[in-house]
């Protein structure tokens, strides 16, 4: 894998400033996680993965990897099981997540769970944690189930960390770290998407990551800032378009991806909001599906439809855009992070940007509250994770720019 950094660039005015980073990761050797002071079996965590879907069998992976962990999938689906990877640190157990009792001796003694299961079941996952004394992470962009976790963290004594993934999650370490650079905040906007690196369809998309989460996050009510105060907006709208490197995107409004970082920010900012990336033409096509055609409230045939006419790909690109405005030694300015993240070889397997970013977010997490750089206890939000810490560790370098880092990351 390598990193390819394009120059920093700047543009100075007597009255404003702006500074863009400009970032592409592209992975074409294995990227492997096990730093050579780890001896496998000595001082190693035990932890569940719930769910063996693509992203959970990444985590898994990568986890196994560093030879820091012991994990346990866990996964109602035998097959999903079966087609895991092989490895040591690796095994496996068939459990219906439903069943309380069930969950609750899956977990009973681990260090960690992390959920990687559809949002909808994330709530039990997390109420087993609580009632298991087990650290709780999970990659959920449902903010419903969100404030549930939250409510269930107030009397934990282990720590409730949820949205560790890509959005929410890195991309709200990002932005955090760059109102730092601020006296005082006016916009911050959050940009991600997941796309097909050769769209070929008139919705030029591909499933790369779970539908129903798709779906969620098209039809829910999306947070936003708006002249400092928290509100609703509704998904799918206030389109917009911007370009990076000479392609064409469009944004509009999507569920979940400002995260807790919205409540953190709310009266320090003017103006904040998070779109979901796409290119030219998405947005108008799943409009007139979920608005003409009622599919918004058919979410099972909708399912169907994107499952059995979009087909998934492993081409896929990550792109990640935060832009934010404030007042610095008087001055008004604007900072902008980009970055793309491309599939590639991971832990000897070839693995979607879209799996590569979200595993390794959560994954980075994780580390990080074992290593003691995290609270122990009670909810921690994302905004609390040190952008240098997060890209400092072994699995969070895959976001990384920098060669010389990544050197260290092989």
């Known amino acids: 894998m390598h990193f390819v950094q394009s120059s920093r660039r700047s543009a100075e005015t007597d009255t404003t400033k702006r500074t863009f980073r400009r970032y592409e990761s592209k992975a074409s050797i294995a990227i492997l996680f096990k730093p050579d002071e780890i001896q496998e079996g000595i001082f190693m965590k035990d932890v569940v ?11 898994a992976l990568m986890l196994a990897d560093s030879g820091a962990y012991r994990i346990t999938v866990a996964d109602r ?22 069943d309380a009792n069930a969950l609750d001796a899956v ?52 720590a409730f960390i949820p949205q560790c993934g890509l959005a929410p999650g890195f991309i709200s ?5 760059l109102t730092k650079h601020f006296d005082t905040l006016d916009s911050v906007r959050m940009r991600v998407g997941a796309l097909p690196q050769y769209p070929s369809n008139a919705l030029n998309y591909n499933l790369t990551w779970s539908t129903d989460g798709l779906i969620n996050e098209y039809i829910e009510p999306c947070e936003a800032i708006v002249e400092g105060k928290l509100i609703n907006v509704p998904a799918m709208e206030e389109r917009e ?46 409009k007139a599906l979920l608005n003409d055609f009622n599919l ?55 693995m979607s940007a879209i799996q590569i970013t979200t595993a390794a977010g959560i994954c980075t997490v994780l ?44």
């Open 77 to 98: 689906s035998e097959a999903q099981l079966a087609a895991l990877d092989r490895h040591p640190a690796i095994a496996t157990a068939a459990v219906d997540i439903t």
């Open 173 to 177: 370490i990002v932005a955090n770290d």
């Open 107 to 158: 977990l009973a003694g681990k260090f960690a769970v992390l959920s990687a299961a559809p949002f909808h079941l994330t709530g039990a996952i997390a109420e087993s944690a609580a009632r298991t004394g087990t650290h709780y992470l999970d990659l959920t962009e449902d903010v419903a189930t969100t404030r549930k976790v939250e409510q269930l963290a107030k009397n934990a004594k282990t």
């Open 49 to 59: 993965i719930i769910g063996g879907g693509k992203i959970g069998s990444a985590i």
């Open 241 to 286: 378009e911007f370009s990076l490197d000479g392609v064409t995107y469009e944004a509009f409004n999507t569920s979940g991806g400002l995260g807790t970082l919205a409540k953190t920010l709310e009266g320090k900012v003017r103006t904040m909001n998070y779109r979901t990336i796409r290119y030219p033409g998405h947005q108008a096509i799943v």
């Open 296 to 350: 918004k409230n058919r979410r099972d045939v909708l399912k169907d439809l994107f499952e059995n006419a979009l087909p998934a790909t492993m081409q896929d690109v990550v792109v990640i855009f935060v832009t934010v405005c404030g007042v610095k030694d008087g001055r008004f300015l604007q900072e902008t992070y980009a970055n793309k993240v491309y599939a590639g070889v991971i832990c000897g397997r070839l």
């Open 367 to 410: 580390d990080l509250l074992a290593d003691g750089k995290l609270p122990q206890k009670g909810f921690v939000r994302q905004e609390e994770v040190s952008l240098p810490d997060f890209l400092a560790n072994r699995f969070g370098r895959v976001y990384d720019p920098e060669v010389a880092k990544l050197a260290k990351a092989g």
